[in-house]
């Protein structure tokens, strides 16, 4: 079973960047594609983005799309999740999750993820 670990996250003020890393616990995790997904109280998990395994596409959830961007080393296993000007309402849990039947796609469903980490909270202050 893969290990899944989040990391990164932390309290920043508005307009400020956080990066995200996810690292997998073996060469398993290079073999999906890997999305993020995000969850604040009270609401479900939502969606954020998903990068092939090959790291040369990505689907992308409208409000984060151009603050947000996505990186891939799978020499170390790692995702990367650059969150720049971010917002309020970007505060949430941030989870990373592993697709291992699937090299690439759009899924925005968790359903569809294999594997997760424990999820690391960003908190966006005004």
């Known amino acids: 079973q893969v290990q899944v670990a989040e990391s990164g996250g932390g309290s920043v003020q508005a307009g400020d960047s956080l990066r995200l890393s996810c690292v997998g616990s073996?060469?398993?995790?290079?073999?999906?594609?890997m999305g993020w997904f995000r969850q604040a109280p009270g609401k479900e998990r939502e969606f954020v983005v998903v990068?092939?395994?090959?790291?040369?596409?990505?689907y992308w959830q409208d409000s984060v799309k151009g603050r947000f961007t996505i990186s891939r080393d799978n020499a170390k296993n790692t995702v990367y999740l650059q969150m720049n000007s971010l917002k309020p309402e970007d505060t949430a849990v941030y989870y990373c999750a592993v697709d291992i039947h699937r090299a690439i796609g759009a899924d925005t469903s968790p359903r569809s993820y294999d594997f997760w980490g424990q999820g690391t909270q960003v908190t966006v202050s005004s």
């Open positions: 073996d060469r398993t995790f290079n073999t999906g594609a």
């Open positions: 990068v092939s395994r090959n790291g040369d596409y990505t």
